[in-house]
Every structure is written in C-alpha cells, then in structure tokens.
C-alpha cells in the first residue's frame, strides 16, 4: 500500500559502525512487532539490509543480519507457506518459492558469508530480499484475492485516520 515498499533499495558500500548501529535499531524494530524478519525498505531506508531471526518461534533469539543478500541458486523443488508481512498487518496468503536457495551476503562484521538456506529460512529470505527489490508477498497472489487484501488495508487505513 506504501508506495515506498515499491522502491530498490541500494547495495551498502561499508559495512561501519553506523550501518551497525542502524541493524540494532532493525533487530529491535523487528522484535517489538513480534516480526520474523524485517527489511530495511519496510522502515523507510533504502540500503541493502534485512534482519531475520526465525529461532523466535521456538522462543529463543537467534538474530541474523544480511547485507546486500543475492541470492546465487535456486531449487527446483518448491514449497508453500503460508506468509504475513508486518506491512501488511493481519493479512496472509499462501506462497509458492524454492525450496532452497543459496544466499552470498556480508556479516555484522563486513565479512563475505554464503549460506544454504531450506524450509522457513529459505522462505523468510526470499520474503525479505524482495522488499528490497520492491516487491511484496501479495505480488504472488492471485489479483482478485490481492485486491481484496489492499482493499482491507485501505479501508483500516481510512478508518485510523
Ligand atoms: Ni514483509
């Protein structure tokens, strides 16, 4: 709904104490929405970072950021879960995506990482390396459904107002 959430958002030249700062500010954003994972673009900044911790579920706190994340293979195999978004609060949907993927990004520290990723973690990355490319879950949908998604999200919107 956020035209925001449709913008690209740009690789982070060096990973230094501010960016580490602002990954904090991330990690705490995430945790106060019961988020699983959070994406820079979501908050209103254009670098290249998501921060995920899908250990939350099992209530334990295993914080993981990704910077500039690309994603370097894909399954063919797929899976579907069933996905929300904190930009899209209460509303969810049913999305097909690779199983596994292999994700090359930089650590806390700036150091070049790959990780193989299954299951929810794979999921929960490809989520969050969309945002940063501008794209949403509801992308995926089929368009009646999506339309009655963004439909509710305004009418909530007017009714805040
Ligand atoms: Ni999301």
Redesign the pocket.
């Known amino acids: 709904p956020d035209p925001r959430l449709k913008l690209i958002a740009r690789p982070v030249e060096k990973v230094d104490d501010s960016v580490r700062r602002f990954i904090d500010d991330m990690y705490e954003t995430m945790y106060n929405a019961d988020g699983i ?1 959070l ?1 820079a673009t ?1 908050v209103g900044d254009l670098r290249r970072i998501l921060v995920l911790d899908i250990a939350q579920k099992e209530n334990r706190r295993e914080p993981k950021v990704f910077i500039n994340p690309e994603i370097s293979w894909l399954s063919e195999e797929t899976n579907t879960y069933t996905e929300g ?3 899209f609060p209460e509303h969810f949907a049913d999305v097909v995506r690779p199983k596994k993927i292999k994700v090359k990004y930089l650590d806390y520290d700036g150091k070049q990482q790959e990780v193989e990723a299954d299951e929810l973690l794979a999921t929960c990355l490809q ?2 390396i969309d ?1 940063l490319n501008g794209k ?2 509801v992308d995926y949908i089929p368009p009646v459904k999506r339309d009655i998604i963004l439909r509710k999200l305004k009418k909530e919107k007017r009714n805040d107002d």
Request: hydrophobic share 35%.
């Open positions: 994972g994406a979501q978004c904190l930009s989520h969050e945002h949403v879950f």
